[in-house]
């Protein structure tokens, strides 16, 4: 199971009834955290879930709404006694960002690694990176400057078998090792997971998208998602014309990716600081993606394996 | 008469019910910030004197925890639609941390000078900047990285004496420029503002120290201060020693500088996240000076002349 928490819903500034949009993911007590702005080290603190263990914090893009707050954050994870590595993925620039922010504050208990994720408008997914459990992924998305959205999947091993161990004769010593999914050598001969496995199971998916353009490519990255986790940035329809313009989406642009995506729910965020009444537009998108919810601070959800 | 606001009260880190610690200065509309933590932008939007009229950011030191809002905060000044030049004063390091900051936030539609003050521990007293009204003072503290207090004055002329303009023959027309403390020409001649006006008369005084142990110094620096705003890391008496290792003050430690400054009233802030209820501990400073008060976030109060 996956723990997630959407821990602010606010674009461009953080407001007094309102957090910085970044999401937190929480595995077997490992975290990974999606964007960090102004305030997210104070939304997380109510949330409750502790600092130590973020393993890893993915950044969409460069904007001080979704970095601003990282000096504040590394701070509190060194404070939490942290001492193990931490990772940091981003767009290119990401390590000049970090070197700029890092003269505030010069000195961390723990080492941080950085990872800039090569991808462009041409080439636009990236590799999958697996840490601490999770599986990321990176989409190129169209914003003023380099944005990705991520795919952040939990992916599950088919079940295990004995009557296939037994068949192919695979010492039972090894049948745990080779449950877990991993390799092993015995005797000079390899033996791999699936001689005791059935078919891969459907994992946990979740696709977190903010600041951009709607794009068709999306369908398929986010395809069948537990969860799609979108900017919209205004409600109103007749903003359209506003949202192209300042590459974002409005409310009817993200639930017509969660359709033909197909997942299975959307919660829509990064709302403008002048959206004070976001649930006044819902309709605008469940008339088009029925299973939307206006995301809030905090809200959080435990999603569970399907099988 | 001077506005003043003390915008959290909270070291180290934001915390869900505190703010970090900075103050607002509001003298006829133009207004002066000292320091800019994560999430000080959140709560001067809950004051509502608006962003516009920043015209000053004084920084005590470098650290994180006083630093870390400003990208957000001048993002949302530009947003407020200000143009004007902003003034930046701080420490040596003040340029560059600006320079690693503003990877983050690369274009503002206003220019920002800044000011590095070069004082130390032997040479401990700036030279008086005068801007907007307001007349700044830095004072060198004893903290693990340099670190200033900062005294603000409202500077105040001598009542107009018109029997004195009168008995010096000075031209009617000059009256009420010299009146305002400006010097004149006229046909040759210069005319001072002290040709028509008494001696200079009190006016308002505020200091504000924060991330320091006590100094003996201080007692004139801050002389008869309208309003003393200073750290209390620690309420207990018998955190002293922690206080003295990590270059911070005590409750009582305040409360004397407060004494021997004779000033009218002491705030007490920065308060170490531990320090759930300060309240607790006010006696260990009323014992000392009486007028104590512990800050809270956005206490306020509208200093006046005192004749």
Redesign the interface.
Known sequence: MLDVCLLGVGG?????DRFLTSMLFRLNGKMLLIDC???T??TA??LGWGFKNIDIICFTH????H???L??LL??IG?SGREENLLIIGPK?TK??Y???????PELPFNVDIIEIDIDEENNISEEINISGFNIQAMFMEHKIPCFSYKIEVKRTGKFLPEKAISLNIPRELWGVLQKGNEVEHNGKIFKPNMVLGENRTGIKVCYCTDSRPLERMHSFIYKSDLFVCEGMYGEEEKKEGAIAKKHMIFSEAATMAKYGNVDELWLTHFSPALTQPQEFIQNATNIFKNTIIGYDRISKTIYFKD
Chains 1, 2 share one sequence.
């Open positions: 461009m500034m953080p407001l007094p702005g102004e305030g080290q104070v603190k109510l460069l904007h001080a709404d970095i601003s707050g000096p504040g701070l509190t404070n620039g000049r960002a070197d700029g922010l890092s003269t505030i504050f």
